[in-house]
C-alpha cells in the first residue's frame, strides 16, 4: 500500500494506492460500488472483491465470468455482477447465475443501473438492453425503438427525474419517463461514462473530453476538451463530483479535477507517475473518499485531508524532520536530525546547508530565531550555531560549551540565551558562554531537553529525570501530589499562564503550583509526548508516537475526567504517527508544521479538519467460525444473515465471536467494546482486535453486544450490534432426570452411609492401635539410641578415670548428672510432649557430661528467644539430643582444632519454633569418608529415629514439621561446619488420630 499526499488547488489530498500486495486480486479494476454495509466491492480481470479497508475478499468461484465490466446494489441489498460471459446475483449468501434463462443472451454484459420502481437495466455489448421486472427479463423493451437494438452500451444514468440516460458507443440516448426514447444529436458516440451532479446537470465523459449540460432548464452545454499536452489520452471514462462539489474525471492516463474558476479541467498531478495510468471507475463512498480504479494499477483512495507532505530526497536531505524557522522571505527553514538544513521557498527547495557551508553539526536537535533576527542551530554534536546577515558562527568547547550535545536554546527577556546541553545549563551573553547550572547545583540531571521563561519570572527546566525550576538565581525540583516523572522533553505556556509540561509520563498542566494530568486517548503511544505548541492562544498542539493532537484551550477544563482532542493520524496527510521531540512550528501564514520519523508534514492555515459523519459500520461476522452462509441449512437467517433462535448443546462450552468496524478511511483506527450478558457485568475494555471468544460457558440464555467508534471519538453505546443464543442444560440437570437421579442417590447414600459408618468406625479403632503401636516401638527405639551400651560404657569408663585420678569430686557430680540423664530420659518415654524448658535441661545435661570428658575439645552456647515462654511451648521428647551428640562425635572429634556447638532457638510466629544446631566441625562428607576408611561395630540409629517420630507427629496432628541439615561452606567453597534447622509447631494438645 503506496501512502501520497498531494496539495493541489488550494485544498489538501491524501492518495492511498492499494495492489496485489495489500490482497487486491488483480491490478485492473473496472468497476466500484460501495454496498448498504458499507464494503467496497471491486470488479477486476480476475473476478470480484469484497474490501473491508483491512481485508480483500476474492469472489470467482461460480461466476459467469472472470472479466467484470460493471456492478450494482439494487434496493433489496442484492449485488449483480456484469461479466463479460454473463450476469450473476449475489444475494448475500449464495451466488447465481441469470446467464442460463433462456430470455437472457450468454454473452457480454456492460452496463446496470436500478430506476426508482425497482426495475434493474441491463446493457449489453452489441445486443441492446435488458430490462428486469418482477423476475422477469425483456430485451430491448422500448416503444419505437430504432437505434438501440443492437447498441454497445457503455453506461447508464437514472436522474433525479426518473429519466434514464443512456451512453452507448452510437451517441446519447434519453427514455423519458412515458417510456418514449429520444437521441440526442450533437453528441456522437462513444459515450463512455454518464453522471448527474447534486445540482441535476448531467455530465458525459467522452473521448475528447467531458461535456455538462442541466437538462430541466435548457442550459447551454459546458464543453471541457482534455488538453492533448497535459492528457496524453484524453478519453474520459469515470466522472465524480466530492463532498465539496468537486467534479473529478478518470481519463485515459491520469485523474483530472474541474478548476471552476479558470473553467478548465487541470491535471491531478500528471508529473506524479503513480496516477499517469488508465482510471477506469470510480466512487464516492460514505466517508468522503473517492476511490479510483485503474487498468493495471489497482486501486486509489483520495481523501480531502488537513496536512501536505515534504519529503523524500527532492525536498529534505533526510526525512528525520526535527525542527522549523521561518526567514524575511517567507522561506522555512527544516532542519533534520542527521543530513542538515532544507529551504524551502513555495513548498520546493532551493537550497541545502551543511557543515561545508559553516553549519556547526548536520545533526540539529532544535533551533530557534532570537529578538534580534539570529537564528540558532543545537547540534547533536554539542556545538551551537548562529546564523547572522548571511554567516554562520560556530561556538563550541573553545567558547566555553564543554558538553557533547545541546538539546535546547531559547531567550530570555534580557536578551541572555539559555542552552540546554547534556553537561548541563549554559547561559550566552555578550558573545560569553558560561556554564550556569549543574546537578551540584541542584538540577535533578545534566541532561537538559528543553527550557521554558515563564510571565512570572521564572525559568522551567526539563531534564532526564524530572523537572526543575530556577527562581531568584536558585534551583529546586518540581514536586507535586503527583510526580512529573522523567525524561521531561518539552514545555509550552499559554496565554491563561498555565504551564503544560510534555515527558515520557504523558500530559500535564501546571495551574497554580500544581499538576493536573490530561488523558488524550488510551492508545499505546499517546502518554508519551515529545512536543508541545500554542496556535494563536487559541488552540495547544500536542505531538506523541501516536499523531498529533488539538485541544481547544478556552474549553479546558481541568477538572474534566477527558478533554476533547482532534487527532490526526496518516488518514489526515500526517506522514508517521511518530512525531519528533519539539518539532512543532505555527509560519507567519498560520500554518503548522509537523516534523515526523518520514518527513515534514504541514497543515496550511483554515485547513478543514475532516470530521466523520458515521460510525464504522458495524457487523458480527462469524459466530463458531462459521460463515452466514454454513448456518443456512439448520436455522433461519435474520437481517444480519445470522442464525435465528441458535441452540447450542451443553457440550458447546466455548463461542467464538467474529466481528468488523468498516472505515474505509481510517480502518487502523477503529475500536471495539462488547459484552456478553450471562457472563459480564460491565463492557470488556477497548480493543482493536475483531474477534472474541468465551470458554466454560454453562447452560442458558446469552446475548453478546458490540459497539464501535474511531479513536478521540466519544462511545456511543446506543449504537450496538447483537446476538442471542441458548445453551441447552445436560439431560441430567433436565427435571425428569432430576427427580429419577435424586431417588436413586438418596437410596444409594443410605445404604452407603450406614455401611461407611460402620467402616469408620473399624478403621478408627485399628488406627489407633497402629499409630499407639507404632509411637511406642519409636520410643523404645529413641530410649535405646539415648542408652545405648556405648554411650553408657563410655560415661561409666568416665567415672572409673576420675576415681583412678583420685578427683572424687568430678566423679560424683559426673555420676550425679548422669543419674539426672537417666532419669530424665526414662520420664520422657511416658509424654506426648515436654516443655521446651525441660527438653534445654536434658540436653544440658548431655553436653556437659560430654564435656566433661573432652573438657579440652569443645564448648557449647544455648540462646533462647526471650519471646519464648519455656514452660509453656511443648515440643516432643528426645529430639535435640541425637543432633548434637551427631556432631560432637561425627563433627567435632575429629577436628584439629576447638569445637564449638551453637543451639539457638527463635519464636518464628505464633505457632511455630525455629531450632538451629550449628557446628564448626569437619561437615558431612568428611566424616562419611573417615567412617566408611574406619569400620565400627556401632551403628548410630538416632537422627534416623528422630526423623521417623517427627513424621509420624505430622501425620497424626496434622501440623508441619520441618527438618534440613546441611555442610556450611565459605565463599571459597571451604567446609565450616554443619547446620541443622529444625522447625516444631509451638501449641499442641494431647495426641489426636487424624482420619
Known amino acids: 500500500m503506496v501512502f501520497l499526499t498531494l496539495s493541489a488547488y488550494g485544498q489538501v489530498y491524501n492518495v492511498t494506492t492499494f495492489s496485489t500486495k495489500d490482497g487486491l486480486s488483480q491490478s485492473q479494476v473496472i468497476a466500484i460500488l460501495e454496498d448498504d454495509k458499507g464494503y467496497l466491492w471491486l470488479g477486476t480481470h480476475r473476478g470480484v472483491d469484497r474490501f473491508d479497508g483491512i481485508t480483500f475478499k476474492n469472489y470467482q468461484e461460480d461466476l459467469s465470468g472472470n472479466f467484470i465490466s ?173 463532498e465539496s462539489e468537486n467534479i473529478w474525471v478518470g481519463t485515459g492516463n491520469g485523474i483530472g479535477k474541474l478548476d471552476r474558476e479558470q473553467n478548465k479541467i487541470l491535471a491531478f498531478q500528471p508529473e506524479n507517475e503513480s496516477l499517469s495510468i488508465k482510471i477506469t471507475s470510480s466512487i464516492l463512498d460514505r466517508e468522503g473518499n473517492i476511490w479510483f480504479g485503474t487498468d493495471g494499477g489497482g486501486l486509489r483512495r483520495i481523501t480531502e485531508g488537513t496536512f501536505e507532505s515534504y519529503a523524500g530526497k527532492k525536498v529534505l536531505p533526510s526525512n528525520i524532520a526535527k525542527s522549523f524557522l521561518e526567514d524575511k522571505q517567507g522561506q522555512i527553514w527544516i532542519s533534520t536530525k542527521d543530513r542538515g538544513i532544507s529551504v524551502l521557498r513555495n513548498g520546493k527547495k532551493v537550497q541545502t546547508l551543511t557543515e561545508k557551508d559553516g553549519l556547526g553539526g548536520k545533526g540539529i536537535c532544535s533551533s530557534f530565531e532570537d529578538s534580534r533576527g539570529n537564528f540558532w542551530f543545537a547540534s547533536y554534536n554539542g556545538t551551537l550555531t548562529r546564523y547572522s546577515g548571511g554567516i554562520f558562527t560556530v561556538f563550541d568547547e573553545k567558547d566555553g560549551l564543554d558538553c557533547n550535545a545541546v538539546y535546547w536554546v531559547i531567550e530570555e527577556e534580557n536578551d541572555r540565551l539559555w542552552i540546554g546541553t547534556d553537561k548541563g545549563l549554559y547561559s550566552f551573553k555578550n558573545d560569553k558562554i558560561t556554564l550556569e547550572f549543574n546537578q551540584n547545583d541542584g538540577l535533578p540531571s545534566e541532561t537538559i531537553y528543553s527550557i521554558l521563561p515563564a510571565g512570572d519570572g521564572t525559568l522551567w527546566i526539563g531534564t532526564k529525570q524530572g523537572l526543575a525550576k530556577l527562581k531568584d538565581g536558585k534551583i529546586s525540583i ?84 477527558k478533554n476533547t482532542f482532534e487527532h490526526y493520524i496518516e488518514k489526515d496527510g500526517l506522514l508517521s504517527k511518530e512525531c519528533n521531540a519539539n518539532a512543532l512550528f505555527l509560519d507567519s501564514n498560520g500554518g503548522v508544521w509537523i516534523g515526523t520519523s518520514e518527513g515534514a508534514s504541514h497543515r496550511p492555515f483554515l485547513t ?27 436455522y433461519e437467517l435474520d437481517s444480519m444473515n445470522l442464525p435465528q433462535n441458535l441452540t447450542l448443546p ?143 560404657f563410655n560415661a561409666l569408663q568416665s567415672i572409673q578415670n576420675f576415681i583412678q585420678r583420685n578427683d572424687k569430686k568430678a566423679a560424683h557430680k559426673f555420676l550425679s548428672s548422669f543419674a539426672k540423664l537417666v532419669r530424665k530420659n526414662l520420664d520422657s518415654t511416658k509424654l506426648d510432649y515436654i516443655s521446651l524448658g525441660e527438653e534445654i535441661d ?147 494438645g494431647p495426641l489426636e488420630f487424624s482420619f
Open 70 to 242: 460493471d456492478l450494482l446494489e439494487d434496493s433489496q441489498g442484492r449485488i449483480w455482477i456484469a461479466t463479460e460471459n454473463g450476469l450473476d446475483i449475489f444475494n448475500g449468501l449464495t451466488l447465481n447465475s441469470l446467464s442460463d434463462r433462456k430470455e437472457m443472451y450468454d454473452g457480454g454484459y456492460s452496463a446496470l443501473e436500478e430506476d426508482s420502481h425497482g426495475n434493474i437495466w441491463i446493457g449489453s455489448n452489441g445486443h441492446g438492453i435488458w430490462y428486469f421486472q418482477k423476475d422477469s427479463f425483456y430485451h430491448n423493451p422500448f416503444q419505437g425503438d430504432k437505434w438501440l437494438s443492437q447498441a454497445n452500451i457503455l453506461d447508464f444514468c437514472y436522474d433525479s427525474n426518473e429519466r434514464l440516460w443512456i451512453g452507448a458507443q452510437e451517441g446519447l440516448f434519453l427514455k423519458e419517463s412515458d417510456g418514449k426514447i429520444e437521441k440526442y444529436t450533437g453528441f456522437p458516440g462513444p459515450i463512455n461514462c454518464l453522471f448527474e451532479d447534486s445540482k441535476g446537470n448531467i455530465w458525459m465523459g467522452t473521448n475528447t473530453g467531458v461535456t455538462s449540460f442541466n437538462p430541466n432548464d435548457n442550459s447551454p452545454n459546458s464543453y471541457y476538451i482534455l488538453d492533448g499536452e497535459t492528457f496524453s489520452d484524453p478519453r474520459v471514462f469515470t466522472i465524480i463530483e466530492d
Open 478 to 561: 518540581f514536586e507535586d501530589e503527583d510526580a512529573i516523572g522523567n525524561n521531561v522533553i518539552t514545555l509550552v505556556e499559554d496565554s491563561f499562564g498555565r504551564e503544560w509540561v510534555g515527558s515520557s509520563k504523558g500530559l500535564a498542566c501546571i495551574i497554580a503550583g500544581k499538576a493536573h494530568w490530561i488523558k488524550i486517548s488510551g492508545t499505546a503511544g499517546a502518554h508519551t509526548i515529545v512536543s508541545l505548541m500554542i496556535e494563536k492562544d487559541k488552540y495547544l498542539w500536542v505531538g506523541t508516537e501516536n499523531g498529533a493532537y488539538r485541544l481547544s484551550l478556552p474549553d479546558f477544563d481541568p477538572t474534566k475526567p
Open 608 to 634: 478543514r479538519s475532516m470530521q466523520f459523519q458515521y460510525p464504522p459500520a458495524l457487523y458480527i461476522t462469524k459466530i463458531l467460525g462459521k460463515e452466514p452462509h454454513e448456518w443456512i441449512e439448520t
Open 650 to 792: 451443553f457440550t458447546q462450552t466455548r463461542v467464538d465471536f467474529e466481528f468488523i468496524g468498516i472505515s474505509l478511511k481510517s480502518p487502523d483506527q477503529v475500536e471495539y467494546r462488547f459484552k456478553l450478558d450471562g457472563v459480564d457485568k460491565d463492557w470488556q475494555k477497548p480493543t482493536h482486535g475483531n474477534s472474541v471468544f468465551y470458554p466454560n460457558l454453562g447452560p442458558g440464555n446469552y446475548e453478546f453486544i458490540i459497539t464501535a467508534k474511531r479513536e478521540t471519538e466519544p462511545w456511543n453505546y446506543s449504537y450496538t450490534k447483537s446476538f442471542s443464543f441458548y445453551i441447552e442444560p445436560p439431560f441430567w440437570q433436565k427435571p425428569f432426570f432430576q427427580i429419577l437421579g435424586f431417588l436413586i442417590l438418596a437410596s444409594i447414600a443410605f445404604l452407603w452411609y450406614r455401611n461407611s459408618a460402620t467402616q469408620r468406625r473399624q478403621k478408627e479403632e485399628e488406627r489407633k492401635i497402629r499409630n499407639t503401636a507404632e509411637k511406642l516401638q519409636l520410643e523404645h527405639q529413641a530410649l535405646y539410641a539415648m542408652m545405648n551400651p556405648h554411650f553408657t
Open 842 to 988: 536434658r540436653l544440658k545435661l548431655y553436653m556437659g557430661l560430654e564435656k566433661m570428658r573432652f573438657p579440652e575439645k569443645f564448648d557449647y552456647k544455648v540462646s533462647i528467644d526471650p519471646e519464648i515462654d519455656l514452660s509453656e511451648t511443648k515440643i516432643p521428647p528426645m529430639v535435640l539430643q541425637p543432633f548434637v551428640e551427631n556432631s560432637i562425635k561425627h563433627g567435632i572429634m575429629s577436628l584439629e582444632k576447638d569445637g564449638i556447638i551453637e543451639i539457638t532457638l527463635i519464636q518464628k510466629d505464633e505457632d511455630y519454633l525455629s531450632i538451629e544446631i550449628r557446628d564448626n566441625g569437619i561437615g558431612i562428607e568428611a566424616s562419611r569418608n573417615m567412617r566408611r576408611n574406619r569400620p565400627s561395630d556401632h551403628v548410630s540409629k538416632g537422627m534416623k529415629i528422630t526423623k521417623d517420630r517427627l513424621a509420624l507427629f505430622a501425620r497424626m496432628t496434622e501440623k508441619e514439621y520441618f527438618l534440613d541439615i546441611r555442610e556450611e561452606k565459605s565463599p571459597n567453597g571451604e567446609v565450616e561446619g554443619t547446620v541443622v534447622e529444625m522447625t516444631l509447631p509451638m501449641h499442641v
